[in-house]
């Protein structure tokens, strides 16, 4: 494939189209991506996937110019996968998140992507797995994958990365209860950004209020313990600590195998999220436009026929 | 019976009468919503000013409030100043123009400089290539400010100069340029804008941060008081909150408020109230909303007069408001360019009407390009004609007792102070504005008051309704901006070439040192000036201590969709953008950018929120980009549109250029490019020759742009 090829040599346009191809709502785009990908996953490259997600308002884009101009001035090639929740179901999307990255984005060894969410509860869009894979086929250091933070769709995230970072901001103690609900299960690091100006003294005592929320976390053994950081984005004041850690973590669970589990894990949830979704597909093909389906729900409004009626007579003739 | 029932019953009868002839049911049903939600009846009588929140209607010009007017005499001493702000290419090339404009009867100078001045760029700076000389003369040294004013004796002329980003260096400038004209500093006189808050609202010509730009408005209200008692310090400006689309109350509310923080600022720096209020001046625009924006200078002198007699002023002119106005940019349409002529007399009479001190009367061709010498004698001309032939200034505020101005005066101050009191539940309009409030409901407004026009529920003569078939095609001026910039590098490379370098360095260091301590900044800002220090090498000195500052915003949504709800044309396009999104597998993709230093991004929003509503996906571009990093985003992104928002004059540099980047980045691609804003007829061929797909001037129909886009992006990923 001259795709492949092209995104093999970190061929801008061809990156950009690539993605395209896998988010491409159009059936008909589905076996060029099939292929694609199944290309481009056997010359992985070496790339670091970071999550960063946080409710909005946190400077999570700012955070990430910031840190990624750190890290850029290092010499680091970067790609950014920015999952912009702003759309409403109506029409389409306004993709705001690169206004707050006007430094990175000039970089040459930048790729920034926006993909709208498309109101999926997840952050997650459909086709981010896939653009990640091609990211790293490209030969980027790092992907930074930015979702908004929103309930469950930390878990989706998180089921993307290597290592999941949740931004906060000073005084967002509401979130505290969230921490005991249980977020330390998939937050490595927590970053409380606007460590600056007026709002000093606030962020210090939110991540003091997120270390001892912490404590009560119980540590599993050979398990990286998990850092409460202080940065401000703004001042780029705290990046060196974000990097470090960041690598130590990646150290110490490549060292523990903990890095290759986790890959494998999220390797058999695509799979059986796959499974999942063409099953969903060919059901909906089955079941969704169907007159028959609408008679039956008229006749259960009626009394006529039970509900599960319905659905076993669907099932079987699904499973036919 | 007495005369009162007898009022009474013919009120009854009035109703009575006025229903029959409009054949409605009730003189209610004949309320006219503005856009400021004040409800605007048929009929006003004695009854409705009574018991009015702020106004006073027994009072006289001069006296408190100060509804009349700030003084006694108004007019009639002296008619208000005629003021045209213009400034373009180089120093000699304005300093002509102005010249020539103080023979031809103008009284205050206005100085327009040029992007790349105004965000603290040298002219030979890269990153401003496109922006020299362009909507503004190119300053970049004293040098520079010499020529501006050769030959206009300082001690008498009042300047007034719109700066607010590089406002340092732009006012060191102006004072050695004075003094080296033998004119002491005491001695200068006129205005600097200084307003830096709605820079970060709408104008987008900032440099620092908001909070060390806040301390540099302080520090020149400081040294104003102490050092220019004929020079106001700012000119807290309302006028581009209401270009950018804000209706009058938010544009009276956000500007009194900026007012008030503008006042904290200076109280913080430990002045009394009474020795800089008196310099504090106004500056609001004058749409064509006739009687409102009369009702809004007159609102604005007695809010004013509340606040400051709230900070416990005593001064009567710290009391008083003082204001300059300008008739509105975005009510000229480039369509039937001659009717903005109408339109302005129009607004230069509601201004005048209002009470203002001073106008600047727009050119009718300012939709389209820079005024001509022609164009600007008409401006001109308006107000000669207003002072000279109508009779206007014989009377103090003629309107006053008129119980409909009186009404409406109280309602749109009583809305204004309720938006303001918001404000200062928020902690003052700093915090507002880093919060990104005031900014979100001027694009709400804005996105409103353009959904109004495309619905056709506001009519626009000869651009929605009463098209001229035959446009007529006029002159527009055209600046060389190449040329321009080769001169002005000719100068920097003579001044650098001549300077003291030992002695320049030492007062950039001071300078650096400053901003860190917390000295007074414009008095080493002076210091560096004189020792030939660039406009640009100035502004580095601070940015080394205070950064560079970079917008963050993204636009409303649903506010323009709203609007049209059921609407036909709407749904076309709609199922056209559905239909495109089924056979490629997602939906239109279009990246709304402006480059370069122009900051004006009212219509770049526009266009992004209404044509999200629409169904369009759109991708926001930063400000200030350059058409390389365009080229780079819009590949990366895979978009299928480029939507260039350009108002400065930079699309005959920019726009080639992103052609060049974008075929040099990606060989093979299939972007269409479309470019909006004030563009010459002039300048369409040239254009299309560098493959432009289409160009929508000011006034075009969105919903009519955003079939044309998708129709251009459906052909050309058919080929």
């Known amino acids: 494939m001259e795709l492949v090829k092209k995104v093999l040599n970190n061929d801008r346009a061809s990156i950009a189209k690539a993605i395209t191809l896998v988010e491409s709502s159009n059936p008909k785009d589905k076996e060029e991506s099939k292929q694609l990908i199944s290309s481009l996953i056997n010359h992985p490259g070496h790339s670091i996937r970071v999550g960063f997600s946080g409710p909005p308002g946190v400077g999570k884009s700012t955070f990430i110019e910031s840190f990624g101009t750190y890290l850029v001035n290092k010499n680091y090639k970067l790609a950014i996968l920015a999952i912009d929740p702003s759309s409403n179901l109506t029409g389409g999307s306004i993709l705001g998140d690169k206004t707050r990255m006007s430094e990175i984005s000039k970089s040459q060894n930048t790729f920034i992507r926006s993909t709208p969410s498309k109101g999926s509860l997840g952050g997650v869009s459909y086709g981010t797995r896939e653009a990640s894979i091609i990211l790293d086929a490209a030969g980027y250091d790092f992907i930074f994958i930015e979702t908004v933070g929103v309930g469950q769709s930390e878990t989706m995230a998180a089921n993307l990365v290597d290592i999941f970072t949740l931004i906060v901001g000073p005084g967002s103690g509401d979130e505290l209860q969230g921490i005991k609900k249980g977020i330390t299960e998939y937050a490595d690091i927590f970053i409380v950004n606007k460590n600056d100006g007026d709002l000093k003294l606030q962020a210090s005592k939110t991540a003091s209020d997120y270390k001892s929320a912490l404590s009560f976390y119980s540590k599993q053994d050979n398990q990286a313990a998990k850092e409460v950081l202080l940065v401000s984005s703004i001042e780029q004041q705290g990046m060196d600590s974000v990097i470090d850690t960041i690598n130590e973590i990646i150290k110490f669970n490549k060292l523990n195998k903990i890095f290759d589990v986790r890959r494998e894990n999220q390797l058999s949830y695509w799979i059986k999220e796959e499974i999942r979704n063409q099953i969903q597909s060919k059901l909906d093909l089955e079941v969704g436009n169907d007159t028959e389906l609408l008679d039956m729900t008229k006749a259960v409004i009626k009394g006529e026929i039970s509900i599960y009626d319905v659905s076993d007579h669907f099932l079987d003739k699904f499973l036919k | 019976m007495d005369k009162k029932n007898d009022n009474n019953d013919q009120l009854t009868d009035w109703k009575k009468k006025f229903e029959a002839e409009t054949k409605t049911s009730s003189t209610d049903d004949i309320i006219i919503n503005t856009d400021e939600g004040i409800g605007i009846k048929p009929l006003y009588i004695e009854e409705d000013i009574k018991n009015l929140n702020f106004v006073d209607v027994e009072s006289l010009p001069g006296y408190e409030p100060y509804t009349r007017g700030p003084k006694a005499s108004m007019y009639v001493n002296r008619p208000w100043t005629i003021r045209q702000y213009a400034g373009f290419s180089t120093a000699e090339e304005s300093n002509n123009f102005y010249r020539k404009n103080l023979e031809a009867g103008q009284k205050g100078l206005s100085v327009a400089f040029d992007l790349p001045t105004h965000r603290g760029y040298d002219s030979d700076d890269e990153i401003v290539m496109g922006d020299v000389g362009k909507a503004g003369v190119a300053i970049d040294s004293v040098e520079d400010m010499k020529i501006l004013f050769d030959g206009i004796p300082l001690d008498q002329m009042s300047v007034s100069m719109t700066m607010n980003g590089a406002v340092l260096p732009i006012l060191a400038s102006f004072i050695v340029a004075g003094e080296e004209q033998g004119v002491a500093v005491k001695d200068l006189s006129g205005t600097i804008q200084n307003d830096i808050l709605k820079e970060f609202m709408v104008r987008n010509t900032y440099i620092y941060p908001p909070d060390p730009s806040m301390r540099i408005v302080a520090d020149i209200i400081e040294y104003t008081s102490k050092e220019m008692p004929k020079f106001n310090s700012i000119s807290i400006s309302g006028y581009h909150m209401q270009e950018a689309g804000a209706d009058n109350v938010l544009e009276l509310a956000y500007t009194l408020a900026d007012g008030i923080e503008y006042v904290r600022a200076a109280l913080s720096k430990g002045l009394d109230i009474d020795d800089f209020a008196p310099r504090l001046s106004f500056f609001f625009a004058i749409g064509t909303d006739f009687f409102m924006e009369i009702a809004k200078l007159r609102a604005a002198r007695t809010l004013w007069y509340k606040i400051m007699t709230d900070f416990g002023a005593k001064n009567e002119k710290s009391l008083t408001l003082r204001t300059h106005c300008q008739t509105s940019g975005v009510s000229l349409t480039e369509k039937d360019p001659y009717n903005n002529i109408v339109r302005t007399s129009y607004e230069a009479l509601s201004a005048v009407l209002g009470g203002t001190q001073s106008l600047h009367t727009n050119s009718f061709d300012e939709a389209i390009a820079l005024p001509t010498e022609f164009s600007a004698r008409i401006a001109r001309n308006t107000q000669l004609i207003l002072q000279n032939e109508t009779g206007v200034t014989n009377t103090v505020d003629p309107l006053a007792g008129s119980y409909f101005i009186e009404k409406i005066t109280d309602e749109v101050a009583s809305k204004a102070w309720e938006i303001i009191q918001e404000v200062e539940e928020l902690g003052g309009m700093t915090k507002a504005v880093n919060a990104g409030i005031p900014k979100l409901k001027i694009e709400e407004s804005a996105t409103k008051k353009q959904a109004k026009i495309d619905s056709g529920d506001r009519v626009v003569v ?129 990246l709304v950018v402006k480059m370069g230093q122009d900051g004006h991004d009212r219509g770049a929003k526009i266009v992004a929120t209404s044509f999200a509503d629409i169904g369009f996906d759109i991708d926001m571009g930063p400000l200030f980009q350059s058409p390389k990093d365009v080229a780079k985003d819009a590949v990366e992104n895979d978009v299928h549109a480029i939507g260039v928002s350009t108002l400065a004059a930079g699309h005959k540099t920019l726009v080639p250029e992103l052609m060049n980047s974008l075929k040099e980045q990606d060989p093979e691609n299939k972007i269409i490019v479309f470019v909006g804003g004030i563009i010459p007829e002039q300048d369409y061929d040239f254009l299309y020759e560098k493959n432009i797909s289409a160009i929508f001037g000011p006034g075009s129909n969105i919903i009519e742009s955003a079939e044309k886009v998708i129709d251009l992006i459906s052909d050309k990923n058919n080929q």
Not at chain 2, 536 to 551: D, M, P, T, W
Not at chain 2, 568 to 589: A, C, L, N, W
Request: charged fraction near 35%.
């Open chain 2, 462 to 590: 000869g651009v929605n309704k009463f098209q001229n078939p035959k446009e007529p095609k006029i002159d527009v001026l055209v600046i060389d901006n190449e040329k321009v910039r080769e001169d002005q590098i000719k100068k920097i490379n003579l001044l650098k070439g001549s300077r003291d370098n030992q002695k320049l360095e030492k007062s950039l260091n001071e300078l650096t040192e400053d901003a860190k301590n917390g000295n007074n900044l414009l008095y080493s800002a002076v210091k560096a000036i004189k020792n030939r220090a660039t406009i640009g090498e100035v502004s580095k000195a601070l940015e080394n201590v205070f950064g560079r500052h970079y917008a963050t915003s993204v636009g409303v949504s649903g506010v323009y969709g709203k609007y049209f709800e059921g609407n036909e044309e709407f749904m076309h396009v709609t199922k056209k953008i559905q239909d495109f999104e089924k056979s490629y597998g997602r939906r239109p993709r279009v």
